[in-house]
């Protein structure tokens, strides 16, 4: 009865952090794929459930918290991967030098005027926060990981 006690009620472990993730994503899952007006919110309905519990007040350890986002990130481009990856060969042979010229176009002037905004506006907007309206904007989360931990 304890170890049923410690997975519930206690934060730092590990098991409690797995359980708490679980719980979440599971209903999450379960409520988004109910239609109500023939509307569903999908996979959009674990962030919602994620937000209701964390009012409520339930707590996972921060280094686990580390943990499990790098995890989820790993298996979110993971099955992106596996999604596109059949595709993407294809087009790459057919259509690759015209997209990869347009991909560093656009890199190219994301960067530009991201210099430039923050040359412009330095003395009220600080690099952190230029670099993550820049890879908001871009919606590259490779690259705002990649900011967070230089800065």
């Given at each position: 009865?304890n170890?049923?006690?410690s997975?519930?009620?206690?934060?730092?472990s590990?098991?409690?952090?797995?359980?708490?993730?679980?719980?979440?994503?599971?209903?999450?899952?379960?409520?988004?794929?109910?239609?109500?007006?023939?509307?569903s919110?999908?996979?959009?309905?674990?962030?919602?459930v994620?937000?209701?519990?964390g009012?409520?007040?339930?707590?996972v350890?921060?280094?686990?918290?580390?943990f499990f986002?790098?995890?989820?990130?790993?298996?979110?481009?993971?099955?992106?991967?596996?999604?596109?990856?059949?595709?993407?060969?294809?087009?790459?042979?057919?259509?690759?030098?015209e997209?990869?010229?347009?991909?560093?176009l656009?890199?190219?002037?994301?960067?530009?005027?991201?210099?430039?905004?923050?040359f412009?506006?330095?003395?009220?907007?600080?690099?952190?926060?230029?670099?993550?309206?820049?890879?908001?904007?871009?919606?590259?989360?490779?690259?705002?990981?990649?900011t967070?931990?230089?800065?």
């Amino acid at each position: 009865m304890n170890w049923l006690l410690s997975l519930i009620f206690d934060t730092s472990s590990f098991a409690h952090g797995f359980l708490v993730y679980s719980v979440i994503i599971s209903f999450g899952i379960g409520l988004g794929r109910k239609k109500i007006f023939g509307l569903s919110l999908g996979a959009t309905c674990v962030l919602f459930v994620g937000l209701i519990v964390g009012y409520a007040g339930v707590k996972v350890d921060p280094a686990m918290m580390a943990f499990f986002r790098n995890f989820g990130l790993v298996l979110f481009v993971f099955f992106i991967g596996l999604q596109v990856g059949p595709s993407f060969f294809a087009t790459f042979k057919s259509s690759g030098f015209e997209l990869t010229g347009l991909m560093m176009l656009a890199v190219g002037l994301s960067l530009l005027i991201t210099i430039s905004l923050y040359f412009l506006f330095s003395n009220s907007i600080s690099l952190p926060e230029i670099l993550g309206i820049m890879f908001g904007a871009v919606t590259s989360t490779p690259g705002l990981g990649a900011t967070q931990e230089a800065l």
